[in-house]
């Protein structure tokens, strides 16, 4: 069966090295910070695409709407403020941010507050289900883009391996724990829980995988 399906289909196991590879979280060539942008920039738009679905979203998401529920901030202002807040954790975990994880806060911010005035807001299931499936499909490619760059880790991701580091418990556990505790607060402050946070959980790390396989395949020399 194996041999009758592309091998793109495939994910990949790794983050494959790409020629705009930096190997400085604060230094790079420009067309390495234009590919970083680019990515989170398709990151967020991707988020907004479930926002706008209006069917649930990922669990920082969930997060995000319920400290706007709760503040009156926009989606992108608090999904900034969460951003920043999950920074600040690095300091007693002694994680070193670089202009990737600067950059994931203020772009992803951005562009969730853009995107998510422009995006359509399906009435019908079959047309919230595609544009939830866009979304997460758009969040991969953004990441297979930003992770290929490697000027640092975002936010929430530098929190995991920190939290690795410093416990030695396995990184599934601890990105497990720190979903559901995001997902819970956030539901319990008012944000939205529904299909989209399910198929979001259920498709995200495929998604991210198959594309950091393609960006890997185009590349490759």
């Not at 020629?19 to 991707?46: A, E, M, Q, V």
């Not at 930003?146 to 601890?174: A, E, N, Q």
């Amino acid at each position: 069966m194996k041999n009758y399906i592309p091998k793109w289909f495939f994910p990949s196991k790794t983050i494959p090295v790409t020629p705009w590879r930096s190997n400085h979280y604060w230094k790079s060539k420009p067309s390495t910070i234009f590919i970083l942008i680019i990515g989170l920039w398709l990151f967020g738009t991707g988020e907004a695409f479930l926002i706008a679905a209006n069917a649930g979203v990922s669990p920082w998401t969930v997060f995000a709407q319920g400290i706007s529920v709760q503040t009156g901030l926009s989606i992108g202002g608090a999904t900034f403020v969460t951003g920043i807040g999950v920074l600040l954790l690095w300091v007693a975990l002694k994680q070193k941010p670089g202009l990737g994880t600067v950059l994931n806060i203020i772009i992803i911010s951005i562009a969730i507050e853009v995107m998510v005035e422009v995006l359509p807001n399906p009435t019908t299931n079959y047309l919230q289900i595609i544009q939830i499936l866009l979304g997460i499909a758009i969040v991969g490619l953004g990441s297979g883009f930003y992770l290929t760059c490697h000027m640092g880790p975002g936010p929430r991701d530098g929190l995991m391996t920190s939290i690795h580091y410093k416990t030695g418990i396995p990184v599934g556990r601890v990105r497990l724990f720190i979903e559901i505790t995001v997902l819970t607060v956030g539901w319990i402050l008012g944000g939205q829980v529904g299909l989209g946070t399910l198929l979001f959980g259920v498709l995200i790390g495929y998604s991210v995988a198959t594309w950091l396989k393609i960006v890997g395949k185009i590349t490759r020399k």
